[in-house]
């Protein structure tokens, strides 16, 4: 195969935040926030391959996809195409865009043998999100996998993060809209509320971090910023009168839940659901069905 036909091929897990507070610093490195969220068995399949120009195709459509480019031009001065075929909605809190950066990170080092390792990649990726604003901590919880509490904001290697202990849950999520993260975190009065309410949530789970624990705080970071729309507080409600638990993913106005087949009942009166898994896979080369 002469180069020109070589492709390369990476995944990286999406991941839902449940509560955060944002810390921006000069240097994107120390940049991130801290929360807690879930990694998800559904993500970003990646593949590069060389080009005659400077490519990313985003599910099959070429897109000013500026986050990844970040990443694209960060790894390499030669024309490569990008192709990033998602498996959660892009845009709705699943952290889409660093799923797609990490991977892409991740697929680049293997095309052009740049001898990257796992920690440099990763916070190249983080970079591209911080200065992109389309993301803080998703980079970081992907590439550790599981339930991922963000206790020090920074890139992988900076920050400082520990895990809560659970299984690969089902998770059934129902998108009711799309937010920008990029607005939301430019906006000072939510960014204000953001903090105060994601701090004291941090605080909480630290206190005890368990699963449910972390459902419960999501919820109540959820209203207690303004971010819970209507609908998505009349869907959680629906699903904790069956004995679910529910919360909204950040940034996207969509509600995530677990609690089994019944959960899933209650969901679909509201509209299409879909469903992943937690997961402790973490970013890696190669494509994950
Ligand atoms: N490869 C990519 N795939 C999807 N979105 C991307 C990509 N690169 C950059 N983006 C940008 O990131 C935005 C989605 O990021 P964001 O609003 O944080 O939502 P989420 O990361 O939850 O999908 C897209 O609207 C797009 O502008
Ligand atoms: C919540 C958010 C700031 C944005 O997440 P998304 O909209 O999925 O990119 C995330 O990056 C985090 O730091 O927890």
Redesign the pocket.
Known sequence: MNQSERVAQAWAPSHITGFFSIHREQDPLVSGSCGCGIVLEAG?NVIASFGGEFE?L?NGTE??????MRVVRMLSDRPVRVE?Y?QTP?????????A??LA?AFALNELLNLGRSGVELSQIAHIAEVE?M??LG?VVAASRGGVVIRKRPGAPGVGEIDTIPSCDYKVFYLVLGNL???EILGDRDTVRAINHAGRVALREILKKPTFSRFMELSRNFARETGLLSDRARDVIEAVESVGGMASMAM??DVVFAVGGERVRSVLEEFGDVGMTRITHSRVKLGSHP
């Open positions: 970003c990313i985003v897109v000013d996809a500026r986050t990844t990033c998602h892009i845009g709705a809190g699943f952290g889409a865009s660093a797609s950066a892409s992109e389309t993301g998703d920008s993260t990029r940034l996207g």
